[in-house]
Structure formats: C-alpha cells, structure tokens
C-alpha cells in the first residue's frame, strides 16, 4: 500500500523551478509536505513560492540558490531544518562534440550537475541536518549508459553521479539514510523543448526510439514519490532506469 | 558582419576525411560524402560558440552551398 502521506517530513528539492523539478515539488506540495525548494531564478522562485504558500500551509519556503555558488550553498544549508528527504535535482544539458567541447562548458556542466551535489551533501551531513532513515533521491539520466553522439559532457557528469550517489549510499547506510538514483530517459521539460539542437535535430527522430513514447513529466514524478516514501524503504544504492523502453533496443 | 574566409576555415575543420580543398564557398555541402548528423550537430555548436548565432537546423537545410549557409546566418543578425 503507498503510504502517501507527507505532512510530517522535511524535504529539500533543488532546482526546483522548471521541469522535473517542479513536478515533484508540485506533487510533494500537494501531499503538504514541508517543502523547501531552491532555484537560480527569482521571479520563477517566488512564483512557485507564492502558489504553494497559498494551497500548503506546511510550505517551508524557496530559497533563491545557485547551486554553483558555495556561499548560495552554505546559505541554504543554513536556513532549512533537518530534512526527512532530499531530492538533487538541479542540472542542465549540454549537446556539443566531443571535437568542440570548451573548458567553459566542462566547468559548468560539471559544476552544476556533479561539484553542487557533493558540496551540499558534505555541508548537510557536517551541520546534521539529514535526519537517520531519510531518503535522498538523486536525478540522473539513462544518457550516463548509451552513447548518444554530442551527449559526451552531459553524459559523463551523469555517471559521475551514478558513482557518488553509490558509495554515498553506502557511507550513508550506517545512519539508516537511503540514496537512491533515478534515470530518465527523454521526458518533454521546457529545458529540453528550449534547446535549439533537440527541439529541432533530434526530437524529430527521438520519439521513434522510445517503445512507449517520450516521458511526461509526472512518469518520473510517481517514482521519486516511491523513493521518498517509507515504501521504498529496503532500497537503498539503486539505480532505477524509466525510460519508456528505450534502452531495449540501445 | 561574418567574414566568410574565417568562417569557411572553421568550416573545414567539422570534416575529418574530407580534403579541405574540396569544401569552398561555392561547395555544395549536403552533397560532400561525410556530410553527417554529427557534422549538422556541430555546425549548429559552432554557430553558437565561435560566431554567437543560434542557427535552426532548417536554414541549414535549406542552405545548399557554404555561402548560402553564411547569408541565412547573416539574416539571423538583423
């Protein structure tokens, strides 16, 4: 049976203004929990912020975060209590060749999807502020286990991912504290619908890989839910691939 | 303004097997055997990178020779 009741638990979800962030921050607003959720942009922040103040009297509060930034980090690990749950959400993607990548792009890439991560974690365990049985769910991509052409960077700093959250889960198994990681396949976000090169180039021929179509949103949503809650709660160094079929045939 | 010489050598440099004296601004692109989706994804990076131009792959489909391409990236300027 899902136990799908939020209200008593602490949750941070990072990069939480767009996309599959959003729809999980949405979902756990919806079920009262006492969300904290962060983003690098103020006018989306405080919108989302406002909606959920209004329809979740449990909501915490978003804090404004550039996951880039220590002190952003330091700031925010500060202002939130100790949490019951944690989703690393925050990234972006990158489509260059190999033959054309920057140092510029590795650094942000790099920085954002993979350095942020650790940072916070290391900054929340230091200050005690993941609670014993808490579940931490880390937002990775089925892009770190195929070799798509121009995917090189993003790719590799989804399995780096896919490396720390494995020896994290298992340091973190001594306090009780599950991580746990999941990776989507291609789902319709705005950060992939306002990516010139995969609005155009490739989302022509990208649904027909897909055996179930491309994801939506709230695919990835039900099981992050799954992962928070005490249902998943003998799972633990997981990485649960839902990607509507994809790595079939790949 | 793109100043088609350093654009045509930045050009070349996408293609690996391709003779760079083969590839001029009258060069039917599409038409050059290597021509492939890796070369439109890094024709489209490097549009981006190097000449700050944010190019559809539709003008590159509808550009049949180098100098086309140029002119289309040019009406993205204005």
Not at chain 1, 50 to 56: A, T
Not at chain 1, 163 to 188: D, M
């Amino acid at each position: 049976m899902i136990n799908e009741n939020f209200s008593n638990k602490k949750i941070l979800v990072t990069g939480a203004t767009s996309g599959i962030g959003l729809g999980i921050s949405r979902m756990l607003n919806e079920y009262k929990a006492q969300l904290t959720i962060s983003g690098r942009n103020q006018t989306k922040l405080n919108k989302i912020s406002n909606e959920f103040e209004l329809s979740n009297l449990n909501f915490n509060k978003g804090i404004l975060a550039d996951v880039c930034n220590l002190e952003d980090i330091s700031n925010l690990v500060q202002e939130i209590d100790t949490l019951d749950g944690l989703v690393l959400n925050a990234g972006i993607i990158d489509y260059t060749p190999a033959k054309l990548i920057t140092e510029k792009k590795v650094i942000d890439l790099f920085y954002t999807n993979v350095f942020s991560n650790f940072f916070l974690v290391q900054k929340l365990l230091h200050s005690k502020k993941i609670k014993k049985g808490a579940s931490i769910v880390i937002i990775s991509s089925i892009a770190a286990k195929v070799g798509v052409p121009g995917t090189s960077i993003y790719a590799a700093s989804k399995g780096a991912l896919n490396s720390y959250a494995k020896v994290l889960a298992s340091e973190l198994s001594l306090q009780n504290i599950r991580v746990n990681v999941v990776s989507p396949g291609v789902v319709k976000t705005d950060l992939i619908e306002n990516t010139n090169v995969t609005s155009d180039f490739q989302m022509s021929n990208l649904s027909t890989k897909y055996p179930l179509g491309l994801g939506e949103i709230i695919d990835i949503v039900y099981l992050v839910q799954f992962l928070l809650s005490e249902n998943s709660k003998w799972m633990t160094g997981s990485n649960i691939d839902i990607d509507g079929g994809y790595l079939l045939n790949n | 303004m793109i100043k088609e010489n350093v654009f045509l050598d930045q050009f070349r440099l996408l293609f690996d097997e391709t003779d760079p004296s083969l590839i001029t601004l009258d060069t039917k692109f599409k038409d050059l055997e290597e021509w492939n989706s890796l070369i439109i994804l890094s024709l489209i990076v490097l549009c981006e990178d190097e000449f700050k131009i944010i190019i559809s792959p539709n003008q590159i489909q509808n550009s049949k020779t180098v100098c086309d391409l140029i002119e289309s990236l040019e009406s993205n300027l204005k």
